[in-house]
């Protein structure tokens, strides 16, 4: 059969996907078509070029003066981080410039912010699908294309095994990390000043080299003690997010359910922790390696009752 893989959204979580990736190699399966929305577009489209290898040196050896070196600050505009950046560090990993030059076929799911639809990108520039597949709203600023406004996949298609499917895939692996987030974000309560968790600090710190007036504003308004302490507008942005996309994707597996589905325990990841990588992957490694097995030992016929 065809094998897809749809892998799915999950910012840092995302990095499970190599470690999914490595399992399935091992296991001696090979993929056909890749789908992939937001993280899971990143690691698909380099994983469709044949350079995950290089990539995976890289983010295992990503610290955090490497993480923020990816940050361009743009506030105030309609994100805070411009996403070039991002875009500069996908394009080194991958020497294909269209997606139609990939190695494999391969599509990554943006959402158009005006109409609510899932663009789907298999053709065309692929730093450009990339881009807006990974546009986080209010964080990651939108792209504009073939007159859209494009933004996160994730606010359609978090798990995109219909795009697999779509693609042509007769057997579709999916790779969820979204069904704990919820309640691994509460396991894991953010230790934060003012109500303000350590993302906003970090990207506050970049942001102060550009003396703005503007900001001193943001920071003054920003430093003030509330009068009850409330979460900070990247938990209240990122928390709701992730209820949404929990949800979408709980309803679309149910209605549309692969042939295997894994799900790595990543709840507590959070959304820039790009420095525990190693951890992160070999999460997903072994999560894949158990679904795998289990799926194996349910095609295999019992000795005595036949195939």
């Not at 978090?158 to 309640?183: E, F, K, Q, T, Y």
């Not at 102060?208 to 920003?222: D, G, K, T």
């Not at 009068?227 to 679309?252: D, K, N, W």
């Not at 692969?258 to 990841?269: K, S, Y």
Request: hydrophobic share 50%; with cysteine.
């Amino acid at each position: 059969p065809r094998i897809g893989l749809a892998l799915g959204s999950g910012s840092a979580r995302g990095l499970a996907h190599i470690g999914v990736l490595r399992a399935l190699k091992e296991a001696g399966i090979t993929v056909d078509r890749v789908a992939g929305t937001s993280m899971g577009a990143v690691i698909g489209a380099v994983f469709a070029s044949g350079k995950l290898d290089g990539l995976t040196a890289r983010l295992c050896n990503l610290d955090w003066p490497g993480i923020l070196a990816l940050l361009d600050p743009v506030f105030p505009r309609s994100g805070l981080i411009d996403g070039q950046r991002v875009a500069e560090f996908v394009r080194a990993h991958v020497p294909s410039a269209h997606i139609e030059d990939l190695l494999l076929p391969f599509a990554a799911v943006a959402t158009d912010l005006m109409t609510g639809e899932a663009v789907v990108a298999t053709a065309g520039d692929l730093t450009e699908a990339v881009r807006a597949s990974i546009a986080v709203p209010g964080i990651v600023t939108p792209v504009r294309s073939n007159g859209r406004i494009l933004v996160d996949g994730g606010l359609v298609n978090p798990v995109p095994v219909s795009v697999a499917r779509a693609m042509g895939a007769d057997l579709v692996i999916a790779v969820d990390l979204n069904h704990d987030i919820v309640a691994g974000r509460v396991s894991r309560p953010v230790a934060h000043a003012n109500g303000h968790g350590p993302i906003m600090a970090r990207l506050l710190a970049s942001l102060q080299a550009s003396n703005s007036p503007v900001l001193a504003q943001f920071e003054s308004w920003l430093n003030k003690a509330p009068l009850e302490p409330l979460p900070g507008i990247f938990e209240v942005l990122l928390a709701s997010l992730y209820i949404m996309q929990a949800r979408i994707t709980e309803a679309a597996l149910q209605q549309d359910r692969p042939e295997i589905l894994i799900q790595p325990p990543l709840g507590a990841v959070r959304f820039m922790e790009f420095d525990r990588a190693e951890e992160i992957i070999d999460i997903g490694y072994r999560s894949a390696a158990e679904q795998l097995a289990q799926w194996a030992r349910r095609k295999t016929p019992v000795a005595g009752q036949g195939a």
